[in-house]
Structure formats: C-alpha cells, structure tokens
C-alpha cells in the first residue's frame, strides 16, 4: 500500500509507529542533502511533524519523525519508503541493567575491533558499516546488542554515567567506558576504553585516520600528530548504565 495512504488511515498520528523494511536515511532538514544519520531496517519512528492533515502534504518529499530506539530527530524521504505497522507489543523491553550492559560489553568490544580490520573510511553521518562516524560506529555496536544509546557525540556524554573529567585518573577506567572530546567542554566525539590505555574511535580526515582506528591515551614513543590531537580534546570519560526508552528518557 502506498505510505501516504497508510499515514492518511491514521491521521498522521503521532502515536503510530511504523518499522522500516528496508535501510533508509535521515537528513538534517526538510530540503538539503545533508545526511545525519543512517537508518537500518527494522528501526521504528512516528511522524512528528505539525499539522501534516493542513498541509498540501502530497507535494511534500520528507517529514520530520522520531525514531523509537534512540529518541533522535531526522527528516526522511517518503519516496522509495518501505514501512509496516509495528506490533502491538513492540514497545516491550527485556530488562536491561547495568549487570546486562557490562557483561556484553566483551561482544561489543569485539565488534568494533572486527570493524576495525575491514575496509573502511570516515562517513559522516554513517551507523550502518564498514563506513562509520565516531557516534554511529559507537551506537551501533551498542544496538547490536540491544542496547539502545542516543544518537549523537554530546547527547551520550549527557546520558552516561559521569566518570571523571581529563586529566584524571585513567587506570580507573573499564573495557567499555565512553571518552568524550571536544573544545571548551562542548563534546563532538566519542571513543570506546579498551584497556591498558587503548580506545577505538572513527576520526576523520583532517584531524584523524579517516576511520576506524586504536589510539593510546598515554603518551609512547610512537605519538604522533593524530594521538596527540585526541589526547589533547579530552573531556571526560563516562560509562553506560542504562537503555535508552522514548517515553523515559529525557533527552
């Protein structure tokens, strides 16, 4: 069934959520190009968008929506959308505290090492593989193991548990806690510890490896500019404690 009649059956609710049957992306507004995100299938969202019933939305080519697993915000192409209703129950989650978290963060550790022998570059904006951003190749990993984190840098550094901030003590990290980077405090990258000081992170072009890549937070004779930078926008660290739920959470 076309989606603008199945969005029309529902009045453009925005209590109705849809799943995604294909991989799909979302972009930062209703008309650029500019991608914020990519969006696998099986993803759910709801339409957010005001008064879409009072607007000529048959010209329309995008709405605003809110997707389920990490509460963010994107605009997506109606044109070449394949969706279905989601289950009634769908919203139901197992229990996922931070005994669960901790013990799969092994698994997740593996992932990214794995991801980080393929062939891959920087991908602004990219969560689905082998091309990453430091956010997405982070959330994805987590989502692999269904635990669900927000989408952007600043936005998990506000959901983690507060570690410490740099400098600090690093022997007190664990394999999985989060490291946040950044100027004057204001986070625009993340990292994964993985131990005796190595963390993994997707860095781009200029500043980084153009993508998936281990650094040293000590200083080694085998610093270069790149270790140096990172090492030098540390923030704080952080640690995942909880999933994130749409209705819960604060965002």
Not at 31 to 53: H, M, P, S, W
Not at 152 to 174: A, T, V, W, Y
Not at 178 to 207: K, M, P, R, T
Request: glycine share 6%; aromatic share 16%; net charge positive.
């Amino acid at each position: 069934m076309d989606n603008l009649l199945l969005f029309n059956q529902t009045n453009f609710s925005k209590s109705n959520w849809w799943k995604l049957k294909i991989n799909t992306l979302g972009y930062k507004n209703e008309l650029g190009y500019q991608i914020v995100t990519e969006i696998a299938k099986n993803r759910c969202f709801r339409i957010i968008e005001e008064d879409l019933k009072r607007k000529n939305h048959k010209f329309k080519s995008r709405y605003l929506v809110q997707l389920f697993e990490d509460g963010y915000l994107c605009w997506i192409n109606i044109k070449g959308l394949e969706i279905e209703r989601c289950s009634n129950n769908f919203q139901k989650r197992f229990l996922c505290d931070e005994l669960f978290i901790q013990n799969k963060i092994p698994f997740i550790l593996d992932w990214i090492v794995l991801q980080s022998k393929k062939l891959n570059n920087y991908k602004w904006g990219g969560t689905l593989g082998p091309d990453f951003d430091c956010s997405g190749l982070i959330q994805a990993a987590f989502m692999l193991q269904e635990i669900y984190i927000p989408r952007d840098s600043f936005q998990i550094m506000r959901f983690c548990q507060h570690l410490f901030n740099f400098p600090g003590e690093i022997d007190q990290l664990k394999m999985g806690d989060l490291l946040f980077f950044g100027d004057n405090n204001v986070c625009n990258h993340v990292a994964i510890y993985y131990q005796n000081g190595i963390y993994y992170h997707s860095s781009g072009v200029e500043f980084g490896r153009n993508g998936i890549s281990k650094e040293n937070l000590y200083e080694s004779q085998d610093d270069d500019k790149t270790s140096r930078y990172y090492r030098s926008k540390l923030i704080c660290a952080g640690r995942v404690t909880r999933s994130y739920l749409w209705n819960k959470t604060l965002r």
